[in-house]
């Protein structure tokens, strides 16, 4: 049982400890979170959401995932009673950060965070450090229609299982995005962007690893150099076995790093940001982790008709994208509420819309209704956006281990 959930349910109950058996307090506690956590049916929990504010910590460097939010908000607020407040993040660690100080000065309910889209390094740490609420997901009736066995990442984050701490909203998957009015024939492995690198000197980059496409362009090529990719699958086992592992890596980096955009000396800060050079005929091309993010970015004029979108023959790396709650969050019941509507059909209708943001669905389409069903094969796949037979292979994301010593590692070697 989480430490944390008794001792948020404490704080909201009320109760004062009193001088009894330090065991004893303890059951008590046990079973008093037990209740507050597990034993609210969905009626319940429903009446008990309406009236609340949920502060949503979110990722809000895109005006097309702001726009979804917005949306959300509107819904949840109009059916469920329920008021959505977008937090706009720069990074996810940033509201991270914030729970974890919130734990350590005490503040066991009503946090500043309610919900928070996650995944990844912050999910380890989060987990780790006891600051989520849970587990809630069983209690959300939308989250069996999700397609586990299809996409295993629902239930398994960069190696680290799920537990039910998190509701899954989204699928994410790391392709290339060009410019075909400049660029005719492509790369099909990191190899092979390199030598295209060579060629066209200044016209490709990528993000400065604080931003997680930069920081998935260094796993991406380091599963496809180095030896033994089943490696990364584990945690760091010593400072000898990362050497031996990423020393291809660096080799490739201190060959490339000469032939991107500014000679490698500067790198942009987002992948907004580098996107926006694409659409400014600074670079040929740049990266996304979203397949249908390039139709969505062209149908709202922020990337030109010609942009098109590649992936490497042996596959790039894929996940799914999560909402968790942390655990001090006065508005628990609310954030159930948000995570289990995004899980919706209507929801993941909308977001997988190409038109709206194109995100993939977590969603069984076999488990949905005959309507729904259609609905979904009805969605249009968008002009710059691969067919799934054309994806190629998914690959499994590194360990969070992997990921925080080589942004730590690309820092000391090139960081500014």
Do not use: C
């Amino acid at each position: 049982m989480n430490n944390n959930l008794k001792t948020n349910s404490t704080a909201k109950s009320g109760t004062t400890a009193k001088p009894l058996n330090y065991f004893i307090l303890a059951f008590m506690l046990l079973l008093l979170s037990s209740f507050s956590a597990y034993g609210n049916s969905w009626p319940e929990i429903r009446e008990r959401a309406k009236g609340q504010t949920v502060y949503w910590n979110a990722w809000g460097g895109s005006e097309e995932i702001n726009s979804y939010i917005n949306w959300v908000g509107i819904r949840v607020k109009n059916e469920y009673g329920v008021t959505l407040k977008h937090v706009k993040l720069a990074g996810t660690a940033d509201a991270v950060s914030r729970v974890l100080a919130e734990k350590a000065a005490g503040r066991t309910n009503n946090g500043s965070v309610d919900l928070i889209w996650i995944n990844g390094e912050n999910f380890a740490k989060m987990k780790e450090n006891g600051l989520l609420f849970g587990p809630f997901t069983e209690k959300l009736p939308n989250f069996k229609l999700v397609d586990f066995s299809g996409k295993p990442t629902t239930l398994i984050d960069f190696h680290i299982p799920v537990d039910g701490f998190e509701a899954p909203w989204g699928m994410a998957k790391f392709n290339f995005v060009y410019d075909s009015a400049r660029v005719s024939e492509t790369p099909k492995s990191i190899p092979e962007l390199l030598k295209w690198a060579e060629r066209h000197s200044g016209r490709f980059t990528y993000p400065h690893v604080t931003d997680f496409l930069g920081s998935t362009f260094l796993m991406q090529a380091l599963i496809e150099l180095t030896e033994n990719p089943e490696v990364l699958n584990h945690s760091v086992k010593s400072k000898a076995a990362f050497v031996k592992t990423t020393a291809p890596l660096w080799n490739y980096l201190n060959q490339l790093h000469p032939h991107l955009w500014r000679s490698g000396k500067s790198f942009p800060s987002s992948s907004s940001v580098q996107q926006q050079m694409l659409n400014d005929s600074e670079l040929d091309i740049a990266l996304s982790f979203n397949p249908s993010a390039t139709s969505a970015a062209i149908a709202s004029g922020t990337l030109p008709e010609s942009a098109r979108t590649f992936v490497l023959k042996k596959g790039t790396i894929g996940n799914t994208h999560f909402v968790a709650i942390p655990f001090n969050s006065g508005s628990r019941e609310g954030a159930m509420i948000v995570a289990n509507f995004l899980m919706s059909p209507e929801a993941q209708m909308e977001k997988q819309n190409p038109g709206i943001w194109g995100d993939s669905t977590v969603l069984a389409i076999a488990k949905l209704s005959k309507q729904d069903q259609q609905k979904f094969k009805s969605l249009p796949l968008g002009i710059a956006t691969l067919p799934p037979e054309k994806l190629g292979p998914t690959q499994p994301n590194p360990h969070p281990d992997w990921k925080n010593q080589l942004d730590a590692e690309w820092q000391r070697r090139y960081g500014q």
